[in-house]
């Protein structure tokens, strides 16, 4: 029996691929490709497409004997969610009802979701409890919302298990070199310090330095991807272990300042380079911090990767051998250009 990864080219996706196969699960991968990487992958069965099309899902859901599914498949930049809202809910809400139907259409009843604390909005305390009010600021946080909802719903009816698992920070790469984080565009703030550490931007912009925090810029809870990886692993054996459908924060309950983290990057690499401090980005709470209390205590998760210079090392490691990303030469508007 196989676990079918939708999205297991994107960063994140490729490295729970990777953690599945190093535990001998036979993985399927579905994936249009949009931004994921075909070297991303370190193996099982590949399927170009979209979810959006049955067509293609039935016979990915034929031609395998899927048992669970894990469904990381979606668009995810805050920013272009609120110019483009339509394509956020074609992609990430239509995309799964065209999942779920698959799935129960097949009777595969298990199903590991992505989500994200941008479901919270503004949070109304720090550290973030999975029950705490969620009211997102933008149409991603909604887009991933309306689906956790579907997810209760389509359990209702149809008995669909699922983990949904809300992802705080996410950074670092896979130890074994071959696989890490290459966006393009890079919007998130680790890989654009250290391109600039790289000489591949002219500075780093902070967004905001008049929060009302420690040094004035915002507060995120980073955690390492290979973490994560580890926690969808321990999600499908708890739904094939007869374990109860649940809704768990991913984060370390650790928060660090968008400066601390520039210094992070500087000390890691060993780099100076220039700052500049913007307006605040449309959308960014002040501080995000989870608390991962329920994870730890229900599926034994804990992070062990947990410290931020360890994570930057991570980043590093893969930025600094692999300059381009996958790519081998410069090549887009970005790995060419300075841009600032
Ligand atoms: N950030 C920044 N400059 C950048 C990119 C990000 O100051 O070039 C800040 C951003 O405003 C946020 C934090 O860094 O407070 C983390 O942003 P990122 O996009 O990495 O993740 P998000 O929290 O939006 O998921």
New binding site residues.
Partial sequence: MAVLVCGGTGYIGSHVVAALIEQHEEVVIIDRMATGREKAVLGGKLYLGDLNDPKILDTVFKENEIEAVIHLAASSL?GESMTQPLAYYRNNVEGTLRLLEAMHKHRVDKIVFSS???VYGDPERIPIREADRKMPRNTYGETKLAVERMLHWAEQAHGIKYVILRY??VAGAHDNGLIGEDHDPE????P??IQAALEQRES?????ADYSTKDG????DYIHVMDVAEAHLLAVNSLRNGGKSAVYNLGNSEGYT?KE?IEAVKKVTGREFPIQI?P??QG?PAV?IASPDLIMEELNWYPKRGSLEKMVESAWEWHRTHPYGYAESKQGPWRGELLS
């Fill in positions: 805050v994200t604390a941008a705080f920070n919007t998130h703030l680790i654009l310090a780093m912009i902070i967004y905001g810029t915002c507060v995120r968008v983290v913007a605040r980005r960014d995000l």
